[in-house]
C-alpha cells in the first residue's frame, strides 16, 4: 500500500484539531508521520551512582524515602522535592513546575527518575518520572512545536505503526541491500523509532541514512534523464577547422587539462545533448579562455553566446580581452553593465536583439527586462557561485533552451558535487599552466606590520606589483575597522615618492574604477589599495604581492579568491596576512592558509568549518536538508548512494524489472518536488 496517499484521519484519536498540528511539522500523511524521525535518544537504562556524571542526564531507581513537598514562591512557580533512597544513599529529587507529579512518590514505593545530576550537592533535578517496568531503555526525542506534546507524537506513531506495518513498502531495491546489509523500510522505521539498545538504532540509521540519499540521488538522475529527453538541446555544429586554427594562433598553448575540458564542452555543444555543466578549475587555471573558445564556436555555428560576470571590473576586463582577441577575426562583441546610459544601453541591446552581436559580455544587466537575444546559443557564467538559483535561471530564459557552462573557482567540495551539483556534468581544469610557482603565504600579526612595510619595499624595488586588500570602506560598515582610504594615504607617505599608488573601491563611478583596473594592468600604477572589489576574476599577471589587512575577518574561500590575484605570472608570488585572530576558528583559517594552496583541500575545510550554506553565499543553493542523513558527515554513504543511483539508472533492465518497482513508483510521484530543486 502507498502510505503516503493514506490519510492521517484513519488512526484513531486524529481529529481535525490534531491533524492540523500534524501539519504544522510538516507531517501529512501516514507515511509521513511512519518517517518523521526523532533527532535524538535519551538513555533511558537505569544507572547506578557511581556512573553519574556531574550536570549529564541520568536515569536513576531507588525507593522513595521521604513523602514530597511542594513549595510554591513567586508567580505560579513550585518545587517538589522528594528524597529517593539510591543503592543505600539517600538522594535529593526536585522537579521544578510539575507538582501534580506529587502523586507519582508513595513512601516504600519503587520509582525510576530522569533527570540532570548535580555531583556536589549528590542531588538530582528530575525531568520526568519513569515506569519502573518500562523494558524501553532508550527515548525518542522529535522536533516537535507548541501545537503537539512529544508524548502524543510517540503514541501517534506507535499507533501507526501498529496498524500499518505489514504495508510499508521498501524502496530500496534487494540486491542494494544485501549488498550492503541494509534494513528493509519496516526495520528501519521500527529500528529508528523504538530501538530497544543503542546499537539497534545506529544499525537503523545507517539504513535510513542510505535510503535517504539513495533516493535523493535517484531523484536527481531522472531530473537528468527527463532533462536530456524533454529539452533536447540546440546543435551548434561549429567550424572545426576555425576553431583549431584560433587555438593554434593562440599566444600559449593549452595545458592538457584545459584541452580535456575543450573536448568536453564541444561535444556537447555538437550534440543534441543539452549542456548543463559545471566548469571547475582552481584561481589562475585558465578557465575565461576555455570558455571564449566555446563562445566562438557557438558563434562558428551562427549562434550568439553571452558571459556574464558578477561584477563591473571583472566585465569590463572579460570585454577587454575578449574583444582584443576576437578583433581580427570579424566577430562583434559588446559590453552590457548596468552603469551604462541609458542612451548607450539602448543601442547595445538593439544590436543584440537584430543579432547584430555574436558575443555579449555582461553583469547582472544581462538578465534584465529588454534585453533580448536573436538566438542565443551558450550562456557561460562566470563564478558562478556568486549568482542565485534565480539569477542563473533567468538567464537561462534569454534563449530557447541554450547551453549553459557555469564556471567556478571554488572547488567543489565532494559533498556538494554529488548533492546541489548532482544533476550538472562537471569538468575539471585540474592543472596549471606551465611555470606557475606556489604562492608563498605569510601571516604576521598587526605589531609586526613593519616588517610587512619593509618586505612590499623590496619587491617595489624589484618591479612587483602590489595588492593590498582592505576589508571594508570607511562609510560602509561601523566595526572599527582600517579603512581603505587610511590605508592608502599610509601608502603614499612610505612610497608614494618613488611609486605610484591607486585606490579601488566599490563607491567609485565605474569609468574610474575602469581607469584604475587599466592603470594597473599597464603598470601606471604600483601598489593598488583596493576593498574587496577585486576579489573575484581579475587577472595582472604582472602583479606578485597581495597583502591583505584584518584577514581573520574573511573567509577561508574567499581569501583563496583573493590570494589567487597573484601567482598568474612566472614571477615568484607572496601573500601576506595580517591578522590578529580572536578565536580558534579564525587562527586556524591562518594556519590552513599558510599551510596549502590546493583550492580543493581549503574549500573541504571551510565546508566544515562553516556549513554550506555560508560557503555558497546562498542558502537555497547551499546544501538541500536532510532528515536522518548529514551530507558532510556521512559523505561515505552519499557517495555510495549516488554510485550505486548512477549505476541503476544506466541499467535499463534493472530499471524495468519488477525489483526496483516500488522505486520507480516512489521517484515518479515526488517528481515534482524534486523538479523545483535547482
Ligand atoms: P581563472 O581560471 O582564474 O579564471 P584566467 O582565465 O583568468 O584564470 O587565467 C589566468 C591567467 O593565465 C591569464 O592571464 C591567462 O591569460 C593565462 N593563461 C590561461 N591559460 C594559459 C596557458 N595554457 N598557458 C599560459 N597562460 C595561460
Ligand atoms: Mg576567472
Redesign the pocket.
Known sequence: MDLRKVSLATLPSVGPKRLESLQSLGIENVYDLLFYFPFRYEDMEAKSLDEAVDQEKILLKGVVASDPVVFRYGYKKNRLNVRLLVENESIMVTFFNQPWLKDKFETGLDVAVYGKWNENRRALTGIKVIDVNNDDSIDSVYSVNKNIHQKTLINLIKVAFEKYHQEIETVVPEYLRKKYKLLNDEEIVSGVHFPKTPQQSDEARRSAKFREFFLFQCGLQSIKREDNQKNLGIIESYDKKFIQQFIADLP????DA?QKVVKEILGDMDSDHHMNRLLQ?D???????VSVIAMLASVTAGFQASIMAPTEILAQQHFDKISKLLAPLKIRVALLTGSQTKKEHDFITEDIASGKTNIVVGTHALIQEGVDFKNLGLIVIDEQHRFGVNQRKAMRQKGDNPDVLAMT?TPIPRTLAITTYGDMDVSRIDQL??GRKKIETYWIRSQKIEQMYQFVAKELSGGAQVYVVTPLISESEKIDLKNAELIYDKFNELFGQKYQIGLLHGQMPNDQKEAVMNDFADKKIDVLVSTTVIEV?V?V?NASVMVIYDANRFGLSQLHQLR?RVG?GEKQSYCILIADPKNEAALERMKILTSTNDGFVLAEADLKMRGAGDLLGNRQSGLPEFKVGNPINDINILEIAQEEATTLFENESLMNSPETENLRVFIKDEFDQLNNFD
Open positions: 600559449f598553448t593549452l595545458t584545459q578549475g584561481v589562475g587555471s585558465g578557465k575565461t579562455i573557482a599552466p606551465a576574476g587577472d599577471p589567487g598568474r
